[in-house]
């Protein structure tokens, strides 16, 4: 079996998540054979470092031994087991966990299977919260522009980035859109603290206007991760959480991509000292392994649903595979790797690393931007560095940063014209030299053109 016969068979049946296939007329499809680490190894031998975690999921490589061996365990005591009405230790020990890890208050969890199907619990919770308390009239959500919760339709409707969202327009509910804190449009000299309270106002003043019919505010703390990886500060986190107080509004923080370390602490939000009313959790939750999602929420909330059943106050919401045993015990392993390797404190070097490596970008005279928050690192290539003009999306500069990388046995995956590092947290500090050594020809090969 060899690369050509594989994708020549997948293209004849299969259709992949946000692609556009007839670019495989062209572009060859990479079937891979096998994982270990932080390297895929194709059907030709050709190996690749994945520095964007598989679309951001695996934390500690692939074919991980420690999660593995859970796994196999797992599979020998129980696969699964409908989840209404059963229960099964593993998933009470992962619940016990995200409580216990998860900032104070949210002691509450209700699984699901993906990141946007935590999304639109997160939102029917909060609706269904409000209704049940009498306020009927609380039907919309605040949402910050450039934001995206997923691809499912409330999610979807919640989130900002038009080229998901367009499309589908038709389909969604009307949410209440905020000017958003992202640090890259602030002024020269101004900070990223200052900019971030400047523009917390947007948020005041809608807030103040909607709060009556409004259920809650949906945000991805501190990094807009599929928005182009733009960042900010986590005053404005701090801000948001006094004003939802302030105004009876719901904080939903979607920490699906930036949960588990991405930031440099376990979660995001505990860079501003908060709590959410909802945290919706994923990706990194089962170490890339399985798919899984996690809504952890207050008692408060809870109890606004507990009643006697002839009340029809239940929360009826369900997946197939609510908290599957396979994907609770993967969790639960990926927990364990957290606490017993002391990650969040070991992950510092390998933060520090990235800026090292990041360092001659700066100055690059098609970079306008390079930007770090924790283990993410976004470079943002522009036509025109002083005036900070894009190149045309039509040219797709960053497609070929990535076909450059791919040759050089990098898989790199830009959004639109930013290239991104997002890599797993067992990638040395001589690989991320590599990463950047790559990223930096392949802009030089990506703006040849």
Same mark, same amino acid.
């Given at each position: 079996?060899?690369?050509k016969?594989?994708?020549?068979?997948d293209l004849?049946?299969?259709?992949?998540?946000?692609t556009q296939?007839?670019?495989?007329e062209?572009l060859?499809?990479?079937?891979i054979? =096998?994982?270990?680490g932080?390297?895929?190894?194709? @059907?030709?031998?050709?190996?690749y470092?994945?520095a964007?975690s598989s679309?951001?999921?695996n934390?500690f490589g692939?074919?991980?031994?420690i999660?593995?061996?859970?796994?196999?365990?797992?599979l020998?005591?129980? $696969?699964?087991?409908?989840?209404?009405g059963?229960?099964h230790?593993t998933?009470i020990?992962?619940?016990?966990?995200?409580?216990?890890?998860?900032?104070?208050?949210?002691?509450r969890?209700f699984?699901?299977?993906?990141?946007?199907?935590?999304?639109e619990?997160?939102l029917?919770?909060? @609706?269904?919260?409000?209704?049940?308390g009498g306020?009927t009239?609380k =039907?919309? @959500?605040i949402?910050?522009e450039?934001s995206? /919760?997923?691809?499912?339709?409330? !999610?979807?409707?919640?989130?900002?980035?038009?080229?998901?969202?367009e499309?589908?327009? %038709?389909?969604?509910?009307?949410?209440?859109?905020?000017p958003?804190?992202?640090?890259?449009?602030r002024e020269?000299?101004? =900070?990223?603290? $200052?900019?971030s309270?400047?523009?917390?106002?947007?948020?005041?003043q809608?807030?103040?206007?909607?709060a009556g019919t409004?259920?809650?505010?949906?945000?991805?703390?501190?990094?807009q991760?599929?928005g182009?990886?733009r960042m900010?500060?986590p005053v404005?986190?701090?801000?948001?959480?006094q004003?939802c107080d302030?105004?009876?509004?719901?904080?939903?923080?979607?920490?699906?991509?930036?949960?588990?370390?991405r930031?440099?602490?376990l979660?995001?939000c505990? *860079? !501003?000292s908060?709590?959410p009313?909802?945290?919706?959790l994923?990706?990194?939750?089962t170490?890339?392994?399985?798919?899984?999602?996690a809504?952890? =929420?207050?008692?408060?909330?809870?109890?606004a649903?507990?009643?006697?059943?002839? *009340?029809?106050t !239940?929360?009826? /919401?369900?997946?197939?595979?609510?908290?599957?045993?396979?994907a609770?015990?993967?969790?639960?392993?990926?927990i364990?790797?957290?606490?017993?390797?002391n990650?969040?404190?070991?992950n *510092?070097?390998?933060?520090?690393k990235?800026a090292?490596?990041?360092?001659? @970008?700066?100055d690059h005279?098609?970079?306008?931007e390079v930007?770090?928050t924790?283990?993410?690192?976004?470079?943002?290539?522009?036509?025109n560095?002083?005036t900070?003009?894009?190149?045309?999306w039509?040219e797709?500069?960053g497609?070929?940063?990535?076909?450059?990388?791919?040759?050089?046995?990098?898989?790199?995956?830009?959004?639109?014209?930013?290239i991104?590092?997002? %890599?797993?947290?067992?990638?040395t $500090?001589?690989?991320?030299?590599?990463?950047?050594?790559v990223?930096w020809?392949?802009?030089?090969y990506?703006?040849?053109?």
């Amino acid at each position: 079996m060899n690369n050509k016969i594989l994708a020549n068979r997948d293209l004849a049946v299969l259709w992949h998540p946000c692609t556009q296939m007839k670019d495989h007329e062209n572009l060859p499809m990479i079937p891979i054979k =096998t994982g270990r680490g932080v390297w895929l190894e194709d @059907f030709d031998g050709k190996r690749y470092l994945d520095a964007v975690s598989s679309w951001w999921v695996n934390l500690f490589g692939h074919a991980n031994p420690i999660i593995n061996a859970a796994l196999k365990e797992q599979l020998d005591t129980l $696969e699964h087991v409908i989840f209404a009405g059963f229960t099964h230790e593993t998933g009470i020990k992962l619940a016990e966990k995200l409580v216990d890890i998860t900032p104070a208050g949210l002691n509450r969890c209700f699984y699901a299977d993906n990141g946007s199907a935590a999304v639109e619990v997160a939102l029917k919770m909060s @609706f269904h919260y409000w209704r049940n308390g009498g306020q009927t009239q609380k =039907t919309k @959500f605040i949402t910050l522009e450039n934001s995206y /919760h997923g691809e499912t339709l409330g !999610a979807l409707a919640v989130g900002n980035v038009a080229l998901y969202k367009e499309t589908y327009a %038709p389909l969604l509910m009307d949410v209440i859109t905020v000017p958003g804190p992202d640090c890259y449009f602030r002024e020269v000299g101004e =900070t990223w603290a $200052e900019y971030s309270t400047r523009r917390f106002t947007l948020m005041e003043q809608a807030l103040q206007q909607h709060a009556g019919t409004v259920c809650a505010v949906i945000i991805e703390p501190l990094v807009q991760c599929a928005g182009s990886m733009r960042m900010y500060d986590p005053v404005y986190l701090k801000l948001l959480r006094q004003a939802c107080d302030k105004y009876g509004v719901h904080l939903i923080a979607d920490e699906i991509a930036v949960g588990f370390g991405r930031t440099g602490t376990l979660f995001a939000c505990e *860079q !501003a000292s908060i709590s959410p009313d909802f945290l919706c959790l994923s990706k990194g939750l089962t170490g890339g392994y399985l798919p899984l999602s996690a809504v952890l =929420t207050t008692d408060n909330i809870y109890q606004a649903f507990y009643a006697d059943y002839t *009340q029809l106050t !239940a929360f009826l /919401h369900s997946h197939s595979y609510t908290g599957n045993a396979l994907a609770c015990r993967a969790a639960l392993a990926t927990i364990g790797i957290f606490q017993q390797d002391n990650v969040i404190n070991k992950n *510092q070097r390998l933060i520090a690393k990235l800026a090292e490596v990041a360092v001659r @970008f700066h100055d690059h005279p098609n970079v306008a931007e390079v930007r770090q928050t924790g283990m993410i690192l976004a470079i943002e290539l522009v036509k025109n560095k002083a005036t900070r003009e894009p190149f045309a999306w039509q040219e797709r500069r960053g497609l070929k940063v990535y076909q450059y990388a791919l040759a050089q046995g990098v898989l790199l995956r830009p959004l639109g014209n930013v290239i991104y590092f997002m %890599p797993p947290y067992v990638i040395t $500090e001589a690989e991320l030299e590599l990463l950047a050594e790559v990223a930096w020809h392949g802009i030089q090969y990506a703006l040849k053109g």
